[in-house]
Nanobody
Framework: QLQVVESGGGLVQPGGSLRLSCTVS?????????LGWFRQAPGKEREGVSC????????YYTGSVQGRFTISRDNAKNTLYLQMNSLKPEDTAMYYC?????????????????????WGQGTQVTVSE
């Protein structure tokens, strides 16, 4: 059974940095998958942030984080990362990771948002003075 465990969140001042991690276990197609980060702010719908493909290393970022966030993965450790720099108060949210097959793209993020019914516990990121 697939399990994901997110970690690395915390409280940071605007302009600061955080590095999120997501450990994936129980995957049956890890060598074909796409891993992605999603977030949900209070009172808002969950949104896709970024994704990365296993085979091609292709990445995608939603516009609001482009140039500030960097997604990466260590396939040997079955771990996904999100380096977040120049954080803004609007980045405050619970961050989740997810895995699925396909190709990393905006469409993949939307597909997962629509299809996924169970998520991990997430990791809270709060950007505030």
């Amino acid at each position: 059974q697939l399990q994901v465990v997110e970690s690395g969140g915390g409280l940071v001042q605007p302009g600061g940095s955080l590095r999120l991690s997501c450990t994936v276990s129980g995957s049956t197609f890890f060598d074909q998958n796409v891993l992605g980060w999603f977030r949900q702010a209070p009172g808002k719908e969950r949104e896709g942030v970024s994704c990365i493909s296993y085979n091609s290393g292709r990445t995608y970022y939603t516009g609001s984080v482009q140039g500030r966030f960097t997604i990466s993965r260590d396939n040997a450790k079955n771990t996904l990362y999100l380096q977040m720099n120049s954080l803004k108060p609007e980045d405050t949210a619970m961050y989740y990771c997810a895995e699925d097959v396909g190709a990393c793209s905006a469409s993949w993020l939307q597909f997962v948002l629509g299809a996924r019914t169970n998520w991990g516990q997430g990791t809270q990121v709060t950007v505030s003075e």
